[in-house]
């Protein structure tokens, strides 16, 4: 199985701050890396797929960069919806495996 | 607009069988062309994806969980269904059931339904 490891695993930040995620993979995924937001209570919304496409309806503030190993999500602007719980997902091979998760939260 | 819906019971008792349907609305599973699966969330943890379907008869399932897995769909109602037999307290999560798109990215997920392994 390929593992993910996401960095940092929480993170404090205000808004407008700038934040970048770091998901880490075992392998080579190509750019098979996706981004997801979760709220509590709430099922995961896909905001980035193939790495760095934004998904339809996201906000231009989200934005994925990277390949093989390493992949990125920043966040150019924090906005006080945009604290979540964040996981990154490989889907080069099965099984899909999914980061840890990174919680986003407010200073 | 897509929508998918989870239904089973939210209590299943150790050493049973858990079932749950997810069914599909906005969208046909048979000819849409996109991949269905199932993704399942411990409460406070992490996700873990379970199997995934294409209505023309591939089926992948975790390794982890093959044994005790099987996936099924119904064309003519639009869903698709799940089991897992010889349920533990690890299999306690929130199941969801989710579309998958042509980079298999989860792109449309259902609300999940909470699945309580307890006697």
């Known amino acids: 199985d390929i593992q993910m490891t996401q960095s940092p695993s929480s993170l404090s930040a205000s808004v407008g701050d700038r934040v970048t995620i770091t998901c880490r993979a075992s392998?080579?995924?190509?750019?098979?890396l996706n981004w997801y937001q979760q709220k509590p209570g709430k099922a995961p919304k896909l905001l980035i797929y193939?790495?760095?496409s934004l998904q339809s309806g996201v906000p231009s503030r989200f934005s994925g960069s990277g390949s093989g190993t390493e992949c990125t999500l920043t966040i150019s602007s924090l906005q006080p919806e945009d604290f979540a719980t964040y996981y990154c997902?490989?889907?080069?091979?099965?099984?899909?495996?999914f980061g840890q998760g990174t919680k986003l939260e407010i200073k | 607009q897509l929508r998918l819906q989870e239904s089973g019971p939210g209590l299943v008792k150790p050493s049973e069988t858990l079932s749950l349907t997810c069914t599909v609305s906005?969208?046909?599973?048979?000819?849409?062309?996109?991949?269905w699966g199932w993704i399942r969330q411990p409460p406070g943890k992490g996700l873990e994806w379970i199997g995934s379907?294409?209505?023309?008869?591939?089926?992948y399932y975790s390794p982890s969980l093959k044994s005790r897995l099987s996936i099924s769909v119904d064309t003519s109602k639009n869903d698709f269904s799940l089991k897992v037999t010889s349920v533990t307290a690890a299999d306690t999560a929130v199941y969801y059931c989710?579309?998958?798109?042509?980079?298999?990215?989860?792109?449309?997920w259902g609300q999940g339904t909470l699945v309580t392994v307890s006697s």
């Open positions: 989710a579309r998958q798109g042509t980079w298999n990215q989860f792109d449309n």
């Open positions: 906005g969208d046909s599973i048979s000819s849409s062309g996109y991949y």
């Open positions: 379907f294409y209505s023309g008869g591939n089926m």
């Open positions: 392998q080579s995924i190509s750019n098979y």
């Open positions: 193939a790495a760095s």
């Open positions: 997902q490989q889907s080069y091979s099965i099984p899909y495996t």
